[in-house]
């Protein structure tokens, strides 16, 4: 008796399934998604990611390392499962990953840090500082010709920096930090191969740079001998895009991949990767009017490189299918504030190309009127996945729980947890595991993914139209204020 009962139900159960499983008659909804997404879904992920940073012999999931090479393989593997549904591709990027730099100066032996992005290699030279920030051409010399230069780091990516150095026919260059501490896990934070070449790089403490500045004002000369070695890796972008759904009007959801060096970068930035795999899955019970397209960055923490690379290999018309970017990282900070970014421009004067206003309005529809909770702003000033879409003049948008900033008391009055410290304490640390989790605010930013997904998987009927010429003019006038901002211009 039992043994049927067990039988039907499991026939039932199979049928009931049967029906939630064919997308093809239940176009996707707000609230029908949102209710698929569950916390468990989420710790499972973020243990398994914790686990291909620890088993890895780096403890980290940093580009070029066992624990991120996993955490692609996995995230692949995961939509590939589900052929009828997702087309899915890895877009190989070939980095450099420094591995150690040795130096002397003056004979003696002198700590270094290996540079990400810049090629091993052997040089030796006498120093010349160079004056500034090194972020103008007119701050070096004519000829640099066989010397190593001396440079700040800051203010601009140092990858701008080095080629200006390169270009001056330098040998080495030397990068020394503009605050206490060491430079491990640094990078160019720039793509070398679009920009030219780089000459072998290390970087050195604030002290060590400011003691070679003094040297060389009093007019001694300094030759410096430095070694620097580094391994040739490719890293990948994930992108899958649903196979239903109009293939020329595409919503496109992101998030990042790696970790810092320090650890294995749970919050910052596992947690966005997971929730959008998350709804990824959860999307595949579902029709789509618009095609939806996921995306995992790699090499966010070098300076945004996937995803610029990416932006970079699309063609106009590509570009233009592209209706709204949305960035998600940093999904569950432990003391959360729930921050939208500033798309309109009305807390931080700095607004996205159109779209942009439209997309920090639904989100603060969601927090208002679906969850009924507070929430902020944050200035869209390009600082992350979503940068270089928006200097491709594409709609973009997002949300975050909070990184290195202080919870203020408003905030603390808003959001609870703790004022006068920061949102995320562990991060960039070792201690960004699964214990860094808020669960209450992941598995809320994760439903505010959801919403977002289905609303514009059914509709763009609440952004601007794309092909009006009154859109486009707007566009090009909001990405000329953007380029000849003070912001923008301190930035390149
Ligand atoms: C070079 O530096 C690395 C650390 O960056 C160190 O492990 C290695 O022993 C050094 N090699 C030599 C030959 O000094
Ligand atoms: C670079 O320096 C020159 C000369 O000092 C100056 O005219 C120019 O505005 C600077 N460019 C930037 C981007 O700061
Ligand atoms: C650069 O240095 C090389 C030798 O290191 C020398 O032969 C060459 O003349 C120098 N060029 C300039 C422009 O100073
Ligand atoms: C906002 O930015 C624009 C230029 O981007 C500037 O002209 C204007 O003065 C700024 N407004 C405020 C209130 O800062
Ligand atoms: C929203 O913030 C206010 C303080 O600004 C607070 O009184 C209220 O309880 C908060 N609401 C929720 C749902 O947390
Ligand atoms: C927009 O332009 C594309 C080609 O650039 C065209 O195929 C499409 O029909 C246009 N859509 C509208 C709504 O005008
Ligand atoms: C470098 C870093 O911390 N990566 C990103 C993680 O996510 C936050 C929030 O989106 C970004 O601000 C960081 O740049």
Known sequence: MWKSIVVLAVFAAATANAAVLDPRN???????????????????????????????????????????????????????????????TQQPMPLSVGISANLTINGKETEAYAVGLAPGGHATGSVVAIPNLGCNATDFPNSLNGSIALIYRGTCVSGEKVAFATERGAAGVLIYNNVEGNLNGYSLQRIPATEGEYVPTAGISQAAGEGLVALLEIGTEVIVDMTTTAKDVTSYNIIAQTKGGDQDNVIHIGGHSDS???????????????????????????????AVRFSWWTA???????????????????????????????????????????????????????????????????FR????????????????????????????????????????????????????????VNYHE????????????????????????????????????????AVRMKRDAQMFRYKTSSRYLSMI
């Open 430 to 469: 070792d201690g960004d595991t699964t214990n860094n989790l808020n669960y209450e605010a992941w598995i809320q930013m994760t439903r505010a993914i959801a919403h977002v997904t289905a609303t514009y998987a059914r509709s763009f009927d609440s952004l601007p139209p794309k092909n009006s010429s």
């Open 26 to 88: 239940n176009l996707v909804e707000s609230e029908k998604l949102r209710r698929r997404i569950n916390v468990d879904a989420l710790e499972e992920k973020a243990q398994l990611f914790e686990r291909f940073a620890y088993d890895s012999p780096d403890k980290n999931r940093v580009i070029g390392s066992a624990g991120h090479d996993a955490t692609v393989k996995y995230i692949t593997d995961m939509i590939k499962k589900f052929p009828h549904y997702y087309t899915v």
């Open 369 to 424: 009127d679906i969850a009924k909770v507070n929430h902020t702003e944050i200035e869209f000033d390009g600082r992350s996945d979503y940068g270089p879409f928006m200097e491709a003049g594409i709609a973009a948008g997002g949300i975050a729980c909070g990184a290195e900033g202080i919870k203020t008391q408003e905030e603390f009055e808003m959001f609870g947890g703790a004022a006068g410290v920061p949102y995320d």
């Open 300 to 366: 966010e923490e070098e300076g945004l490189l996937g995803s610029e690379f990416y932006v970079k290999s699309l063609s106009q018309a590509e570009k233009d299918k592209i209706r709204l970017f949305l960035d998600f990282d940093m999904m569950a900070s432990p003391n959360y504030a729930f921050q939208i970014y500033d798309g309109d421009g009305s807390a931080f004067n700095s607004t996205g190309p159109p779209g942009s206003s439209e997309a920090e309005a639904e989100f603060t529809h969601y």
């Open 260 to 290: 810092v060096a320090a650890g294995p970068g749970i919050n910052d930035n596992g947690s966005g990767s997971i929730s959008i795999l998350e709804v990824a899955i959860q999307l595949m019970r579902f029709s789509v009017n618009n």
